[in-house]
């Protein structure tokens, strides 16, 4: 490990001016580049105290050997130079988008005597038109089958060409028409290239002007009584329509743009884009890359533009581009991309309306891409046994943890404390084991407390199960209920996490030290740095960015800590639809039901007499009198406020109590209702 001290410049030597800068490792490989608005103050960053860098940027400095700079005039010649030399080196320190293929494009080789409609993946070539990308390269050909009943381009390959050609018969789809068969001289090169115009203009989205045309010569045609000619028309202008229909209209405006959204994590992150041409969804793709640098939406969002728009220029790069976030300094960037296309092109956040929606979809899809990537890096066995190896070798384990179950405490400014215990079992969630917790040795917000507590409650029950079983008597272990159920909280965990550093650990592991529990290991995640705490120790692990192991403790903890946000929100969700009649005794659901459903509301019944009362079906004089001696001893809810408008509603409008016809069901998902309350 190298010192940074070492290979720093001296003061003065960096000049306070725009450029990029590359860090070589001691074998004078690049390792990472960055640009500068200013090389000075940017580089003096890398050579603070190392405790105040993060760790991935401690880790770079540590590795290279040696720093050197270029000079270039302005911002917009950084972020080009940067773009070219990432692309040259490939710095091990940078964002790097991972991309499992080449996305398959429509193209249309214009730069040939008779062009060809086919499917092209890779480089882009000179001459070429480009339509796309497609997710897969099925779709191209179902649009491009419906388009040649109507354009019937060339498809076929110059060897197919030359054949026919030289035999002087077409191909099938010259038969069928689905080729004007220029191969044999059905029509010229010029009305061939004419006709690949055409497509193309179609693919681009001008397709109004060509529809409404069709549709005047179909009509000229059955004026004229030619009525297999109309026909045809008809029938062409249905095929066109199709392969409109697959390309859903998400602007009215017909907008040239791009939209990228980025969802992430602090590891990872997954970058999606729409490409949006006539208004319509021409295309998609995405990337997963890691996070290998400590790195902002923003620094994201730049590095998927470089991506993007790299080796583009002309009609490729939109007019409009939108994002979650911009890049700070925006200009250059913004600069760099209006070079790359010849004109003005808008970067921005959308705010309101189609654009903001559509960015909504875009992101869903950026979310949804990430969760599976992480899905499929979970479920791959040989993957979780690596990460299990490398959190007992990280720990001074005597054996993988095969079960780890991690706490995580919940609230809001204090009050609604809650607890979640989840379990995961050879790297896999198990839910059915997942348990709920409320606090009840205190009141108000103390999460080292709450931890101590929860523990301690958990295994002082593992060690009453462990009693009742007989497994200190005999060594005989009975883990299942009669019914073959297991007992709840029979099976000791390997490992113990929390959702913290220091103060959390220590509080864990001073719960287990008081039980006399010594055999189960106790670690913190730290979410900030996800730094690994262990009890009694002043410093902590630091597990590699690329770790199995640090991303399965990761998992472990971010599910912790939704398990226990739901439950604190469905608690506090419970808590603000409490009603006066939940406090009468005897009152079941039905007949507060009952009741609501007669007066109209909780403020109305307040002021019914016991008479009233009772002419609710299934209310009598006695419950009558119960409830109306509840009702003047509960104290007037807060009025309700329409959030929108500030406005205070009247009781009666602000909705029907919990339980009543019309109120709100709670709908959550199965896995985050599972748990039992402990």
């Known amino acids: 490990m190298a010192d940074p001290s070492s290979y720093r410049p001296k003061p003065g030597e960096i000049p306070d001016s725009p450029g990029v800068y590359r860090f070589r490792d001691e074998h004078r490989r690049v390792i990472y580049v960055g640009k500068a608005k200013s090389l000075r103050q940017r580089l003096a960053n890398y050579f603070q105290d190392l405790a105040g860098l993060h760790p991935r940027t401690r880790t770079m400095v540590t590795t290279a050997a040696s720093v050197e700079w270029t000079v270039v005039s302005t911002e917009v010649e950084a972020l080009q130079l940067e773009y070219t030399w990432i692309k040259e080196f490939d710095p091990r320190f940078n964002v790097k988008y991972r991309d499992d293929k080449s996305y398959p494009y429509l193209a249309v080789t214009m730069n040939e005597e008779f062009p060809r409609v086919q499917v092209m993946r890779g480089q882009k070539r000179k001459g070429v038109r480009y339509f796309g990308p497609y997710s897969h390269a099925w779709a191209i050909r179902d649009t491009v089958d419906l388009l040649l009943r109507v354009f019937p381009v060339r498809t076929c390959s110059a060897g197919v060409f030359r054949n026919a050609a030289r035999t002087g018969r077409p191909c099938l789809l010259g038969y069928i028409g689905k080729c004007s068969a220029p191969c044999v001289g059905r029509v010229s090169p010029e009305e061939h290239t004419e006709l690949a115009e055409e497509f193309c203009d179609f693919m681009a989205g001008r397709t109004g002007a060509y529809l409404r045309r069709l549709e005047r010569r179909m009509v000229e045609a059955a004026e004229d009584m030619e009525y297999e000619r109309a026909a045809r028309l008809r029938d062409d202008i249905e095929a066109l329509r199709k392969a409109m229909e697959k390309n859903a209209v998400v602007l009215t405006d017909a907008t040239d743009a791009d939209l990228i959204a980025v969802a992430e994590d602090e590891l990872e992150a997954a970058v999606q884009i729409f490409h949006v041409r006539g208004g319509r969804v021409r295309g998609q793709r995405g990337w997963v890359t890691d996070k290998v640098e400590d790195v902002t939406t923003g620094a994201l969002v730049e590095h998927a533009l470089q991506q993007l728009y790299g080796e583009e220029t002309g009609d490729s790069v939109p007019k409009e581009v939108l994002v979650p976030a911009l890049p700070d300094p925006i200009e250059p960037v913004q600069d760099w991309l209006t070079g790359r296309r010849g004109s003005n092109v808008s970067l921005r956040i959308p705010q309101r309306g189609d654009k903001k929606a559509l960015m909504e979809t875009v992101q869903r899809n950026a979310q949804q891409a990430l969760a599976l990537h992480k899905t499929k890096r979970a479920s791959d066995l040989t993957t979780r046994s690596r990460a299990l190896e490398e959190i007992a070798e990280a720990l001074d384990l005597d054996s993988a943890p095969l079960r780890i179950e991690c706490y995580d405490v919940s609230h809001l400014q204090g009050e609604d404390v809650v607890a979640s215990m989840v379990v995961f079992e050879d790297g896999l969630q198990r839910k059915?084991?997942?348990?709920?917790?409320?606090?009840?040795?205190?009141?108000?917000?103390?999460?080292?407390?709450?931890?101590?507590?929860?523990?301690?409650?958990?295994?002082?029950?593992?060690?009453?199960?462990?009693?009742?079983?007989?497994?200190?008597?005999?060594?005989?272990?009975?883990?299942?209920?009669?019914?073959?159920?297991?007992?709840?909280?029979?099976?000791?965990?390997?490992?113990?996490?929390?959702?913290?550093?220091?103060?959390?650990?220590?509080?864990?592991?001073?719960?287990?030290?008081?039980?006399?529990?010594?055999?189960?290991?106790?670690?913190?995640?730290?979410?900030?740095?996800?730094?690994?705490?262990?009890?009694?120790?002043?410093?902590?692990?630091?597990?590699?960015?690329?770790?199995?192991?640090?991303?399965?403790?990761?998992?472990?903890?971010?599910?912790?800590?939704?398990?226990?946000?739901?439950?604190?929100?469905?608690?506090?969700?419970?808590?603000?639809?409490?009603?006066?009649?939940?406090?009468?005794?005897?009152?079941?659901?039905?007949?507060?039901?009952?009741?609501?459903?007669?007066?109209?509301?909780?403020?109305?019944?307040?002021?019914?007499?016991?008479?009233?009362?009772?002419?609710?079906?299934?209310?009598?004089?006695?419950?009558?009198?119960?409830?109306?001696?509840?009702?003047?001893?509960?104290?007037?809810?807060a009025p309700a406020v329409n959030t929108a408008t500030g406005e205070i509603m009247e009781e009666e409008e602000s909705g029907p109590m919990p339980g009543s016809p019309g109120a709100p069901v709670s709908t959550g998902a199965p896995d985050e209702r599972r748990g039992q309350e402990t």
Not at 464 to 493: I, N
Not at 613 to 621: A, K, L, Y
């Open 432 to 637: 059915s084991e997942y348990r709920r917790f409320q606090i009840k040795g205190f009141e108000g917000q103390d999460d080292v407390r709450s931890l101590h507590e929860v523990i301690t409650r958990r295994f002082r029950r593992y060690l009453a199960e462990k009693e009742k079983t007989g497994e200190w008597a005999d060594g005989e272990v009975a883990l299942t209920e009669d019914d073959g159920r297991p007992r709840r909280f029979a099976y000791p965990p390997q490992l113990v996490v929390v959702d913290g550093g220091q103060p959390q650990v220590a509080a864990a592991r001073r719960a287990l030290d008081e039980l006399g529990i010594d055999d189960i290991a106790v670690c913190g995640l730290a979410k900030r740095l996800e730094e690994v705490w262990l009890p009694e120790e002043d410093d902590p692990v630091v597990l590699p960015r690329t770790s199995e192991g640090l991303y399965l403790l990761q998992r472990v903890r971010d599910e912790a800590h939704r398990f226990a946000i739901t439950y604190q929100r469905s608690k506090r969700a419970k808590r603000v639809r409490s009603s006066p009649l939940d406090e009468v005794p005897g009152l079941g659901e039905t007949r507060k039901q009952a009741l609501v459903k007669h007066f109209g509301s909780v403020k109305k019944l307040r002021s019914a007499t016991i008479d009233q009362i009772q002419e609710v079906p299934g209310i009598g004089r006695k419950t009558a009198e119960t409830i109306a001696v509840a009702l003047a001893q509960a104290a007037p809810a």
